[in-house]
């Protein structure tokens, strides 16, 4: 039977899925149910064609008495009826605990529709794409699987030198012809609320920032690499001086102090008119007196901070859920934050910035602009026989940049960087060419006029009648409810997944977004930023130091060649 696949036309509906798990695994009876339900009403809901779900902490504190519950938790996924149409399944489970330098406790799980038929994955060793099909899980120890690459964080990047299960598993797919990556990733958490409140960046904040740009130059100096998507549990935290700061600006500061241990520290802050205690900080106690509502109000997302630094090269859509950590681990309080640490927004879903280029997200507000920045840069070759600049309605950047250059690239041909920094600033997808005439032309409006003229004076009820027949006849609810799911289905959404059920310490997040089809990159070029041909200013010369390479990326974008700049980090 032949099949016929519509070019460049098709969107592939993916939902990407972070979780961390390990707190559902020290009450698995209860706990796994509940998880498991809530994620299958999430994917029937939103009806996607690729799922990439990422698990941090699989197993739990006690991975080797957790071990057989893992195996039920991926059978139960496996053989419900909500994945029965997702015939192509690959899991990668990183469970050899006896191997700490190696024990990363990361799991992906990645299930493809039985419709999504052109479906391949990297692999790593014989460094080409091989076919996907059937289901395939690889647990225990994944050292030699070849289709996945995995790496914990250098000893002397982990707080104290402790080693701790932190570190990436990443995987690449082809998905109907566009080159994706999938990273899931574990950072380092703040071990103290005491150090936390230092100034920002905190000590754990830049532990942090640290593994995320030994990770991110790790992607970038891969020759084979794709636009990525880099989601799981990055420990982010709000900036806790300056929180407490905010909360504390009327309150009364306490220091207690038990026995000489920093640690056994408390600080206390209490009300002046009637030393009420408001605030009580240790090194795992964080409580207020209005703990479930404080922290739910929109003040403290300006306090979100640790993902500025990074800007220029992740994307995150808006985001809009409250703090997805910590949640207590009560089924009788699913919403209820623990007064263990100030609630965070940990768990997050991000975009390289070459990979906003693949995903239609029409929703886009120009305010996002805050998100791109002159290291991100794209040049499209047009060949519009009216030589017009090709533009994307979803690239913030270019209200407050430059016009871009045109630039005639060939396969063939070695790329030169032509122009400032500034000419290469925007973000530039070709859109679509509508030929019509300007509102401003005079003759156009006469005969508009003119025309509307002569229908008012020879049929009088003739407005009423057009009014009448473009109504139509009335929907039925059960039309309309099926119209309003299918435009939900096709917007782009950020949010949590069980926000009224208890999943643990940390909830769910997830990312619903249409893949665009046939847009993978055919070829990449490597130039170094220290040559002739890519002088810097005087400014820009520290930099260069730590990032030497650019990366062009080729993307076959409705004919014209697309190529998007991608700097070091």
């Known amino acids: 039977m032949l099949k016929f696949k519509k070019m460049g036309s098709d969107k592939v509906p993916l939902l990407l899925v972070t979780a961390n798990v390990g707190s559902i695994f020290e009450d698995p009876s209860v706990m796994l149910p509940i998880w498991t339900s809530e994620f299958l009403q999430a994917v029937s809901r939103m009806d996607p064609k690729f799922i990439a779900l990422h698990l941090q902490e699989v197993g739990g504190k006690a991975y080797e008495k957790s071990m057989q519950y893992v195996e039920d938790f991926v059978q139960r996924l496996c053989d419900c009826p909500e994945l029965r149409l997702y015939d192509k399944i690959r899991i990668f489970l990183d469970e050899d605990f006896s191997s700490p330098e190696r024990f990363t406790a990361l799991g992906n799980m990645y299930f493809a529709h039985s419709s999504l038929t052109d479906i391949k994955i990297w692999d790593f060793e014989v460094k080409g794409y091989v076919e996907v099909v059937g289901k395939e899980v690889n647990s225990g120890n994944i050292e030699k699987v070849t289709t996945k690459e995995k ?60 593994a995320l740009r030994h990770t991110l130059r790790h992607l970038h100096a891969d020759a084979n690499s794709a636009p990525y998507f880099i989601f799981g549990d990055f420990n982010f935290r709000t900036d806790t001086g300056a929180v407490v700061k905010k909360m504390t ?222 109504e139509g006849s009335p929907k039925c609810e059960g039309e309309l409810r099926r119209l309003a799911d299918v435009t939900a289905r096709r917007r782009t959404d950020y949010g949590v997944i069980g926000d009224a059920a208890c999943m643990g310490d940390h909830k769910p997040i997830y990312l619903r977004v249409m893949l665009q089809s046939d847009r993978g990159n055919f070829r990449q070029e490597l130039h170094s930023e220290n040559s002739p041909k890519h002088a810097k200013t005087e400014d820009q010369t520290q930099d260069a130091v730590d990032s030497p390479n650019s990366r062009y990326i080729h993307f076959n974008m409705d004919g014209p060649c697309n190529i998007f700049k991608e700097t070091d980090i």
């Open 151 to 210: 790496a914990k964080f250098p000893q002397h990047f982990f707080p104290e030198c402790k080693w701790s299960r932190k570190g990436f598993l990443r995987t690449r797919w082809l998905l109907r012809g566009t080159a994706v990556e999938f990273v899931n990733i574990h950072l380092f958490h703040d071990a103290s609320n005491l150090v936390a409140m230092e100034p920002f960046p905190s000590v754990y904040c830049r532990s942090r920032r640290r």
């Open 249 to 470: 600006e009327e309150l009364t500061a306490c220091r207690l102090q038990h026995g000489n241990s920093a640690e056994s520290a408390k600080m206390q802050y209490k009300a002046r008119e009637n030393d009420r205690l408001v605030l009580t900080i240790g090194k795992k106690e964080f409580s207020h007196v209005d703990h479930q509502k404080i922290f739910r109000e929109p003040w403290l997302q300006r306090f979100d901070r640790e993902l500025e630094a990074l800007r220029p090269h992740l994307f995150e859509f808006p985001v809009k859920f409250p703090p997805s950590y910590p949640f207590e681990e009560n089924v009788q309080l699913p919403t209820h934050y623990m007064k263990t640490r100030c609630p965070a927004w940990c768990d997050r879903v991000l975009l390289s910035q070459s990979a906003r280029l693949l995903v239609q997200h029409s929703d886009a507000r120009p305010g996002d602009s805050r998100h791109l920045h002159s290291s991100r840069k794209s040049v499209t070759d047009s060949t519009d026989s009216n030589s017009r600049m090709s533009s994307s309605d979803s690239s913030p950047a270019r209200s407050n940049s430059p016009a871009s250059q045109n630039h005639q690239v060939s396969p063939g041909k070695v790329l030169e960087k032509k122009g400032s920094v500034a000419d290469l600033e925007a973000l530039c997808v070709p859109g679509i060419a509508v030929s019509r005439k300007s509102i401003a032309d005079p003759t156009s409006i006469q005969h508009a006029l003119n025309a509307r003229g002569s229908d008012s004076e020879g049929s009088p009820n003739r407005r009423r009648l057009v009014r009448n027949q473009s």
